[in-house]
């Protein structure tokens, strides 16, 4: 009987975080000039594009990512904490919504780090991310990367899939009404922290690769101007 009652959980997870990353990637997501608005006003960055962020101290925008993981944190605990007082009840809403927190921290650090997602290709690469978050290997489904619209679904499905055993495995107190409160809060507080730092190593470093191959091409169109002028 226990073991039916834990696929059913498990199953309803599934559905409730499916359900909260395919909203998230369809209908809410991060608008970037807002952010960017939000970059310069609120963490002072020099920035008129994202592109400008090549141009930013590694260490300056690490500590802008740290504190946009830690506003997703806050906002998941506080949600969690709402939601958790009506125990079993509430916890596929709660999953719903947190899956969404958790996706719009993730397109933020994309959006830091001089990711877009303006084009198929960086839209792909924020749910690799995502799912290097969740601590999915989805190297089957990489092949597929080039037509979004059917890889995005699966990979929703895979990382749904990873983090509804996690709830299953993490959210048993929240069978208990009230104290679920306290519960949910923490438990919201630090998935978030660890989905968020997972994808902020996923960006920082695809970051640091994009950075030098600017280095790299600036030095090389350098040295073609300063080649053209040695000649005259």
């Not at 395919?22 to 594009?49: K, S």
């Not at 990979?155 to 107190?173: D, L, M, P, T």
């Not at 208990?176 to 923490?186: E, H, N």
Request: with cysteine; aromatic share 8%; hydrophobic share 45%.
């Amino acid at each position: 009987m226990a073991e039916e009652k834990k696929s059913w959980l498990r199953r309803r997870a599934e559905e409730a975080i499916r359900g909260g990353l395919t909203r998230a990637y369809r209908t809410i997501r991060v608008e970037p000039e807002r952010f960017l608005f939000q970059l310069r006003a609120a963490y002072g960055l020099p920035i008129i594009t994202f592109h400008g962020v090549y141009s930013v101290e590694m260490s300056r925008l690490d500590d802008v990512a740290e504190s946009v993981i830690r506003s997703g944190m806050r906002m998941a605990a506080a949600e969690g904490a709402g939601l958790g007082f009506g125990g079993i009840l509430t916890i596929m809403p709660d999953l719903g919504i947190l899956s969404a927190i958790t996706m719009r921290t993730i397109q933020k650090l994309s959006l830091l780090y001089g990711f877009e997602m303006n084009t198929d290709d960086e839209v792909a690469e924020l749910w690799i991310a995502a799912a290097s978050a969740a601590g999915v290997d989805i190297s089957r489904e990489l092949l597929e990367k080039e037509v979004v619209n059917k890889f995005v679904p699966k990979v929703i499905q895979r990382i749904a899939a990873r983090a509804s055993a996690e709830v299953v495995e993490k959210w048993a107190g929240r069978l208990i009404p009230i104290a679920s409160s306290v519960i949910g809060s923490t438990l919201n507080y630090y998935f978030v922290r660890a989905w968020g730092m997972r994808a902020l190593a996923h960006f920082r470093h695809k970051h640091l690769e994009a950075r030098r191959k600017l280095i790299e091409e600036q030095s090389q169109t350098a040295g073609i101007k300063l080649s053209g002028e040695c000649k005259l």
